[in-house]
């Protein structure tokens, strides 16, 4: 085994695991397992199959995963740049799973950075109810709002603030939380040597007081009736057995969910009870329930080390509408500071006006009002429909965001709703973000680029195109001059300029193509 692990973790799996030690031990000699999650808000999983490069194997615990193999280079094809699939390692796609999300679900992922399991979350409301995804790390959220952008989520809403100051604002409010917990990342060792590193034997008691009370603000969120979904990428039972414990004796309306039979190990209660000084204090009955969590063993699955709780609330107690109206209905006084730059920005929020008599005047740059007669403008231009949720304009920017003004209010808010873009001096410039969640058929200009040839490619690295104006699909009326969503093979990328035979590329120098 190449990988030295330390003393001290080797000893205490050696207690934990007992007779499977070997098996464990032995598994660091294999390489890590990789995989791809279909995003089925722009693809299904059969026609990702059928024009999928490589051979892939479902991933068992995942409807939408699937393993790849060691040579495989998902991301460096031209569908990982249209948001077709997220890269993501096996065991981290078994939470969302169980967390049980359906379309119209409010949910809350409350430490979600970078990304991947928000985008899952997003596959399953399929575009109904709402998600919000919060990290505290400034770093981290812009990765993830990349990521959400990228995989064309357009009812999310992205925050960097505290757990229990997001409860403040949104009591009993969702219907679904994922917990993915800071843990010390014992279950990544084989796949981040870094995380050994980093690990010493006063990591477990470091990471667990923090869990502790990200696991109670997400109860004070929680909807009467809803679910809770707590997980680690850690095999300590600290942070794992112990604090769903201890958050059961607290939390006697919640019940540990059993997981489907059969798929994973159960849970390492009865290790606990044995070198827990205060194991005695808690009852056998919850002891009972922490032994139905689930353990994903790498020597048992073809994936890494996870930790997963499926935490159920029984339902008691009552909605109190004026909670809810309390944290969303606020009015468009004030505003959330954006971007983590610490400013109160006056926030507007109307309605898209409705087609009339436009402006002949060129409207001043700072006028609400005319903000949203370009903005409002390009929507009846370009569109094929009108955009859901609620207007809101944080100085030029335009989002259209799925909670009413003022639920944001006093909170650090990365992104509002989906971003469409800037209005300004009279003009209405579109974001990337609103290019990558439309379909093709929602665009009155469409170009599609094969991503055999090359062409593709040459886009995404932003590339200036030559393209006859015969390629340019329009919808009636529409002539092929102006802004253009690009496609690869059907699939929306970007944004592009035509005009005279040319494409002038509107995709995002960060975002580009950089490989050879």
Same mark, same amino acid.
């Given at each position: ?159 960097? !603030?505290?757990? =229990?100051? +997001?409860? &403040?604002? %949104? ?7 994922? #917990?993915?917990? $800071?843990? /010390? ?52 039972? !600290?942070?794992? =057995?112990? +604090?769903? &414990?201890? %958050? ?7 019940? #540990?969910?059993? $997981?489907? /039979? ?61 909670? %809810? ?192």
């Amino acid at each position: 085994m190449a990988l030295q692990l330390p003393a001290a973790f080797q000893e205490r799996m050696k207690s934990l695991l007992q007779d499977q030690y070997e098996r464990f031990i032995a598994s660091y000699d294999h390489d890590p397992y990789s995989g791809i999650r279909v995003n089925t808000l722009k693809i299904s999983v059969g026609d990702l199959l059928a024009s999928s490069p490589w051979q892939l194997k479902p991933i068992p615990w995942c409807g939408t995963g699937f393993y790849t193999e060691p040579g495989d280079r998902p991301g460096k094809h031209p569908y990982y740049h249209a948001g077709l699939y997220y890269i993501q390692e096996p065991s981290a796609m078994a939470p969302v799973e169980l967390l049980d999300v359906r379309p119209g679900d409010k949910v809350l992922d409350l430490c979600a950075a970078p990304g991947g399991k928000s985008t899952q979350i997003a596959a399953k409301l399929q575009g109904e109810g709402l998600l919000v995804s919060n990290d505290l790390n400034q770093e981290r959220t812009k990765a993830l709002a990349k990521n959400l952008e990228l995989y064309g989520v357009r009812n999310g809403v992205v925050l960097q !603030e505290h757990p =229990e100051r +997001i409860a &403040a604002s %949104f009591p009993a409010f969702f219907d679904k939380i994922l #917990v993915d917990a $800071p843990c /010390s990342g014992e279950g990544m060792f084989r796949k981040d040597e870094d995380m050994v590193r980093q690990w010493t034997e006063e990591s477990p008691d470091k990471y667990a007081a923090m869990q502790r009370e990200i696991l109670k603000s997400a109860a004070n969120m929680l909807k009467p009736g809803g679910r809770i979904v707590y997980s680690t990428c850690t095999f300590s039972p !600290e942070e794992n =057995e112990a +604090i769903i &414990a201890e %958050f059961l004796l607290e939390q006697p309306c919640f019940s #540990v969910a059993p $997981p489907p /039979s059969g798929l994973f190990a159960p849970g390492a209660a009865g290790w606990l009870r044995g070198h827990m000084e205060e194991s005695d204090q808690i009852p056998d009955d919850i002891w009972e329930q922490a032994e139905q969590t689930s353990r994903l063993w790498p020597h048992l699955i073809e994936g890494e080390g996870h930790f997963v709780a499926v935490l159920q609330h029984d339902g008691t107690g009552t909605d109190e509408p004026g909670r %809810f109206l309390a944290a969303t209905d606020r009015g468009s006084s004030g505003g959330a500071r954006l971007d983590g730059k610490g400013k109160d920005r006056k926030e507007r929020s109307q309605g898209i006006p409705k087609k009339g008599k436009r402006t002949a005047k060129k409207p001043d740059g700072d006028d609400p009002a005319a903000q949203l007669e370009a903005y409002g403008n390009f929507v009846r231009d370009h569109l094929g429909f009108v955009p859901g949720g609620y207007t809101i304009m944080f100085g030029q920017h335009v989002y259209q965001s799925p909670l009413p003004p003022g639920a944001l209010d006093g909170l650090k808010a990365v992104r509002p709703g989906w971003y469409m873009g800037d209005a300004k001096n009279g003009r209405f410039v579109p974001a990337h973000p609103l290019a990558t969640a439309l379909r093709p058929q929602e665009f009155c200009r469409v170009l599609s680029l094969s991503s055999e040839t090359g062409e593709a490619v040459r886009y995404l690295k932003g590339e200036t195109l030559n393209v006859e104006a015969d390629r340019i699909r329009c919808t009636d009326g529409v002539l092929p001059k102006g802004y253009v969503l690009v496609c690869i093979d059907g699939y929306s990328a970007g944004f592009g300029k035509w005009q005279d035979g040319m494409l002038k590329n509107e995709y995002p120098a960060g975002w580009r193509w950089t490989s050879a």
